[in-house]
């Protein structure tokens, strides 16, 4: 794992058209090695899928997914650097030393949403006053619904500055060797520096969304790697270049 950086990183402020050409970047390094990407895709829906059906399972796979996408930031910037993906860098974050702070960053997120959901279900009690007997009809229930859209609304404009932090966090830690709480802060002024990049990258991102659902969902098979790949290109862009006396060369979970 590389060491913390001894100077302060200053993210980058740049242009709006950036968050289109981190998703036409991150379809060039999918396009190297496609096959291996999407053998990737494969492994980790089968996985989800696979957790999905056990009871309890779905909390490891909250604890475990910075810990995928910590590998697969390894694996962008080995094949960035010219060296070969590998579906092992799927697996690279539970190894090195980064384990335990990638699922730190992981118990992180999870506090904040269960705040989320707390405050969620306050506002609701508390602003509404929402009751087992309000809801005896559907015509009461319908009174509740303008009302609990405005909830929803509230809560998804906190948990942007959730996602924010989280967005590049992964990265920080793996590349940077930044704490989790610190690559929190990092990830959230850097997305916040650039948000009218990331709004045009989101929006975007949507419409591949759906498009890649319409055939079927065949086209997460392409969309999942992009996505996820997006996340390092927008990381290389909007953080300067690690210094070389920091550098060291993603390492794999030994065979």
Not at 6 to 23: E, F, K, Q, V, Y
Not at 136 to 151: F, I, K, N, Q
């Amino acid at each position: 794992m590389n060491p913390a950086p001894t100077t302060p990183i200053a993210p980058r402020s740049l242009a709006l058209g950036r968050g289109a050409n981190w998703l036409g970047e991150a379809f060039e390094l999918l396009m190297r090695a496609p096959g291996t990407w999407i053998a990737i895709a494969l492994i980790y829906i089968v996985i989800m899928l696979a957790a999905s059906m056990v009871h309890g399972a779905s909390l490891l796979t909250a604890l475990f997914g910075p810990v995928f996408s910590g590998g697969l930031i390894l694996g962008c910037s080995a094949q960035d650097s010219g060296q070969e993906l590998k579906v092992e860098h799927l697996f690279a974050g539970f190894s090195g030393g980064r384990f335990g702070q990638l699922v730190l960053l992981a118990v992180l997120y999870l506090a904040a949403v269960l705040v989320l959901a707390v405050v969620g279900v306050s506002l609701a009690l508390a602003c509404f006053g929402l009751s087992l007997s309000n809801f005896s009809s559907l015509d009461a229930a319908g009174a509740y619904v303008l009302p609990l859209l405005l909830v929803v609304l509230i809560l998804l404009a906190l948990y942007i500055p959730v996602a924010m932090g989280m967005w590049l966090a992964p990265a920080l830690i793996v590349l940077r060797g930044l704490d989790p709480v610190a690559a929190f802060k990092l990830s959230f002024r850097a997305c916040l520096i650039n948000f009218m990049p990331f709004l045009i990258y989101g929006i975007l991102a949507l419409l591949l969304a759906i498009a890649a659902t319409i055939p079927l969902l065949l086209g997460w098979l392409v969309v999942l790697p992009v996505f996820s790949i997006s996340v390092y290109t927008a990381y290389r862009d909007i953080l300067p270049p690690q210094p070389a006396s920091n550098t060291a060369p993603p390492d794999l979970p030994p065979a």
